[in-house]
Structure formats: structure tokens, C-alpha cells
């Protein structure tokens, strides 16, 4: 998939499209969306353009704040509740705020955000606040141990929290190996990946403390298998981890979703245990214009929603995206039915 999109209609594609932006006065991506005390929050990345041009570490993601945004129903009217977080207000972090994602406990709000870090190494950051909507302040450092980026919260029955992160190219995890980043070939989105026919990487998951600041164990990989119980393979695109970890509970399962980054699908893979091991089950949803996709899961009252983004309003500028949402359906025997963003256009143009 390139980053320009000048064959593309993009009248034609709108009128295809399921959905249309939340947002329109500002951009935004990566939606981390929660249903918390009967309103839906969302905890989105805040694209601005930056100037720099588009490449495979993704410095043309220059993202300085954060913005919360809430809406009574999932067609209702969104409100911007304003910068919940600038970098300026983080000291361990220099630049680029990536995608978030915050969570509820004992009436504080943590917000989870990737950054990098003086050195320009990618470390996750926790800020908390009174208020789903913030201003949330920051801790003096990142999460001990923490490293890469896309941190995704997530609430298991028994009131334990877990951290899922990770992302490969610029989200840099490829680089760590045995608690050590590696440095070399700093300007390579994909030294240090494994071969094709070895492991692919996997989004890392750690307990977090009660305190919800630090992690309660070494994160260890949410392994993902194929139809045999092999883990997949670095050279399997399509299926394997990239990027955007999430994971949601349905009907007493664990399913971990992400993004396949260079083949533009959301994914999933189900298991019995927060930690995985996970079985790859299929796609979520069809590649959109830009070349990110990143989403999250959300039951409200009862109907089960993704949040996702594309480039549309911006007509295709991978770095200035849209937050959008759609009803997501299960099968009886709970997959998931996998959604077309644009049903009827060419979806090759996409590529
Ligand atoms: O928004 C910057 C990065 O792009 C995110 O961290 C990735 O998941 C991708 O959406």
C-alpha cells in the first residue's frame, strides 16, 4: 500500500463507506474506545501534520497531545473535552505521542500512551486523573520495563488489569530482545526482525499492580498459533502480529485483535487465558485508505462496536486520519463477522 492515493475517488469511496468520521474539526486515529458509567469515551491519537515526510519508521506521525472525546450513544452527538495531555507536561518524553488507551478503577482514570523518550527510544507512560475526560498528569517516568508502543488496557471478571503493547518497524519492538534495545541500524524499520520462517514477534502482556503505575511481572509474549497449534511465522503477513494489540472477553473467551501493519488487516486469535496461547480465527476488517488501521472493541448496552480509523477526510494522507465506528457481529459459534469498509469499491485501489 502506498502513501499516495491520488487514483482513488474519493467521492465515490465516501459514498461507499459504512461509516462516517466522529470527528471533523480536528484529526484523530486510534481509537481506544470504553463504556464507562453509561457514556462512551473515546482515547484517540490527535494527528497534526508535522512536516516530516512519510516512511517506514513512521516519522511522519509527529502527534505532541491528547484529546478525550464522549458521546451519550454511538450515534449520538461527540463532544471534545480538549487537550487531556500535551508532552510538554510529560518529563521523561520528548516527542511523538502515539495511540493511547485509559482505563477506570476506584474513581481514577489511568491513561496508558506511548512516546519516545529523550533518547528516542519508544517507552509507555501512565497519567491519571479524577475524570475520564482528564487533565490527566503524568508520572516523572515511564512504566518500569515498559518499552515499543500501542499500550491497550484491559479489565478481566476478577478485577486483574493487564497491559498489552507492542508494535513492530517504528514501534521498534523487534529491537528488544532479553530486557536490552538494540540500537544498530537505527534508520532500518526492519533490522532485527526475525527471518520469515522463524516465530513472528507477538504483542507482550503484563499484569499490571494494584496501583495501576507499574507492571506486576516481566511481560512475557501473547503467542499466537495457527489452525495446527504452530506459532505463526514472521513471513506470514496476513496473519501475523504488527501492531494496535486489543483484547475483549465474549462469551467467557479471551480474543486478542491487531493490525497486520504491511497487509492492512485487523485481525484475531482466541484463547482461554489473558496471557494466550491464542488461536488465529480470521479478519475483522478489510484494509481502509491510509495505510494504518488500528481499532478497538466495545460492548454498549448489549451490541458490540469497533472503533477504528481510516484516511478518508483527509482524502488518503496516512498521517491525518478519522475515528470512526460500526456495529461488530458475532457468529453462533462466536466469530466474528468480518466487516468491508467500503463495500463495492475496488479494495485493490486501496493497496
Ligand atoms: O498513530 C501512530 C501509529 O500508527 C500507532 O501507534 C499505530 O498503531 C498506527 O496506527
Known amino acids: 500500500m502506498a502513501d499516495e492515493f491520488d487514483h482513488i475517488d474519493f467521492e465515490e469511496l465516501n459514498t461507499k463507506a459504512i461509516s462516517q468520521p466522529l470527528v471533523t474539526h480536528i484529526y484523530t486515529a486510534d481509537p481506544s474506545a470504553h463504556y464507562f458509567n453509561g457514556k462512551i469515551y473515546i482515547y484517540p491519537s490527535h494527528d497534526i501534520d508535522g512536516g516530516e515526510a512519510f516512511d517506514d519508521l513512521g516519522s511522519h506521525f509527529k502527534m505532541r497531545d491528547y484529546h478525550v472525546f464522549s458521546m451519550d450513544s454511538v450515534d449520538g452527538d461527540v463532544t471534545d473535552h480538549g487537550v487531556a495531555l500535551d508532552v510538554d507536561n510529560v518529563k521523561w518524553a520528548a516527542k511523538q505521542m502515539w495511540a493511547p488507551d485509559a482505563h477506570e478503577k476506584d474513581g481514577k482514570y489511568y491513561l496508558y500512551f506511548p512516546a519516545k523518550d529523550h533518547e528516542g527510544i519508544f517507552r509507555i507512560g501512565v497519567a491519571v486523573s479524577d475524570h475520564p475526560t482528564g487533565p490527566f498528569v503524568a508520572q516523572p517516568e515511564a512504566i518500569k520495563e515498559s518499552f515499543s508502543i500501542d499500550p491497550a488496557v484491559f479489565k478481566d471478571d476478577d478485577g486483574s488489569y493487564y497491559l498489552y503493547f507492542g508494535g513492530l518497524w517504528g514501534g521498534q519492538l523487534q529491537r ?103 488461536t488465529y480465527r480470521g479478519q475483522i476488517l ?60 475496488d479494495s485493490d485501489k486501496l493497496i
Open 176 to 278: 528488544w530482545r532479553n530486557g536490552f534495545y538494540n540500537s544498530e541500524q537505527a534508520e532500518s524499520p526492519t533490522a532485527h526482525l526475525p527471518e520469515d520462517h522463524e516465530p513472528a514477534l507477538t504483542a507482550m502482556v503484563a499484569k499490571l499492580k494494584e496501583d495501576m503505575l507499574e507492571f506486576d511481572e516481566t511481560p512475557v509474549n501473547a503467542l499466537i498459533l495457527d489452525e495446527n497449534g504452530e506459532p505463526l511465522l514472521a513471513g506470514d503477513n496476513e496473519r501475523r502480529f504488527f501492531e494496535g494489540a486489543w483484547m475483549h472477553k465474549y462469551k467467557g473467551k479471551y480474543y486478542l485483535s491487531y493490525s497486520t501493519g504491511d497487509t492492512h488487516f485487523l485481525c484475531y486469535a482466541t484463547g482461554d487465558s489473558p496471557y494466550g496461547p491464542f
Open 286 to 345: 478489510g484494509p481502509v485508505v491510509g495505510w494504518t488501521t488500528h481499532h478497538s472493541i466495545c460492548e454498549i448496552k448489549n451490541k458490540w462496536y469497533l472503533f477504528y480509523h481510516d484516511s478518508i477526510l483527509s482524502e488518503g494522507k496516512t498521517h491525518l486520519r478519522c475515528i470512526k465506528v460500526t456495529e461488530l457481529e458475532y457468529e453462533e459459534d462466536g466469530t466474528i463477522r468480518m466487516i468491508d469498509p467500503y463495500p463495492g469499491f
